[in-house]
Every structure is written in C-alpha cells, then in structure tokens.
C-alpha cells in the first residue's frame, strides 16, 4: 500500500547506455514530478505533469524524457546516459498543480551511478 | 521562479537541545512549507505556513514567517537522535522550488 513508488530503487550502468526509472502513485493525486538530487543533496526540479499533460519542463538534457501514460504513472526515460547524470531521482506527486498549499509526496528514490 | 535556501547547510546538537534552521527566499510566496528527509529516503511533508501566518506548531515543531524579511525558521524542541536528517524548506510562487537543506545531526 505504498504511495508512491519508483522502480528500480539502484541501478548502474555504463556511459552511453538508455535506462528507464518507473514511477507510480496510487494517491489519485492529477500531478507527478520528477526531481534530482545531486552529491550536495540540492534538489531540483526537472518536470510535472498534470493529468498526463507536461506543465514544468526545467533546463535538463533532451537525453531525458518522461512519459506518462496515464495520471498515475510518470516514467522517465534517459538516453546516453553521462557521468554527470549520477545522481538520486525522486518521484512525488500532488493533488493539484503544487501551487498553494499542495503538499507532494515523495518517493523512496532512486540512486543512479554512471560508470 | 524561485526557491527557498535554507541555513545552516548543518547542525549537530545533543539529544534534548533545541534545533533552529532558517529558510530565506526572494520573492512573494502563497505559503511556505517544511520538509524533511532521513538519509537515503524521499522527503516527507511535516508543516505548511500561509504567507498571512505568523507561527504555527505541531508537537515539537514551531514554525515562523517574516514575510517583510522573506525568511522562515524551523524550530525542533526537545531534540532525538531520530530527528537527524536533512530538514528543506520549499516555497510555491507559480511552482514549488527547494533549497539545498540543512543537515540536523542529534548525536544521542
């Protein structure tokens, strides 16, 4: 009964290769993001959707790409993976957009190493 | 859009100490919410502040807003050992941005 949930929890890889991370939500929330949190543990956000539409799309790479095939579910697909890229994903999703007051819950991570 | 910074980027107390941390941002904000973070596991929501609050509390915590000073405090009283973990303050604007967080160490 976990609420949100990623998939794999670690996973390593050479450089150059194409991986995916699942995520899924089973709060019925309309929103899902996905963030990276560096070595210095900064988090930041990459993308949001709502209700399957894209509404945040920070600066990443175009190697990364999310796809969210319903409202529950927000994958992220990179390709050509980089050294730079290691680092811990977190998923979380929302009720609404994150605007005011919409606390997002947070998945339990996970930890990318480029070799 | 913007994000909250919070300082100090770490804190070691002993176990029944209190433990402050402050949360700077730049612009307006609808609210300001605190999260925390044990080591290798996702945040988890612990306390909201709307932008016409002042103080709000829940058990051991006691959050502040200064909106004239764009700062927030996160107040832990009576410290444990299990409090240790990174504590990050996020502000929504348009969208919701973190800061960096602030490593609490409870050393028992």
């Known amino acids: 009964d976990t609420a949100v949930s990623q998939t794999p929890k670690y996973l390593v890889t050479q450089m150059g290769n194409d991986k995916s991370i699942k995520c899924e939500q089973n709060l019925g929330h309309d929103t899902m993001y996905w963030y990276k949190q560096d070595s210095k543990k900064f988090l930041k956000i990459m993308f949001s959707?709502?209700?399957?539409?894209?509404?945040i799309n920070e600066t990443v790479p175009n190697r990364f790409s999310p796809k969210s095939p319903d409202k529950a579910h927000l994958n992220l697909h990179i390709n050509s993976l980089e050294l730079g890229d290691s680092a811990v994903y977190f998923c979380?999703?929302?009720?609404?957009?994150?605007?005011?007051?919409?606390?997002?819950?947070f998945g339990p991570g996970t930890r990318l190493t480029v070799l | 859009s913007q994000q909250g910074e919070e300082d100090p980027q770490a804190l070691s107390i002993q176990e029944g100490e209190n433990a402050t941390m402050n949360c700077s941002y730049k612009?307006?904000?609808?609210?300001l919410q605190w999260y925390r973070q044990n080591s290798g596991r996702g945040l988890v929501h612990l306390i909201l502040i709307r932008s016409n609050e002042r103080e709000k509390h829940s058990g051991r915590l006691r959050v502040t807003l200064d909106t004239s000073k764009k700062s927030s405090s996160l107040l832990i009283t009576a410290s444990r050992a299990a409090d240790t973990a990174s504590y990050f303050c996020?502000?929504?604007?348009?969208?919701?941005?973190f800061g960096a967080g602030t490593r609490l160490t409870v050393k028992p």
């Open positions: 979380a999703s929302s009720h609404h957009s994150g605007g005011a007051g919409d606390t997002q819950y």
């Open positions: 612009t307006s904000i609808n609210n």
């Open positions: 959707y709502n209700n399957k539409e894209l509404i």
């Open positions: 996020a502000t929504d604007g348009n969208d919701m941005r």
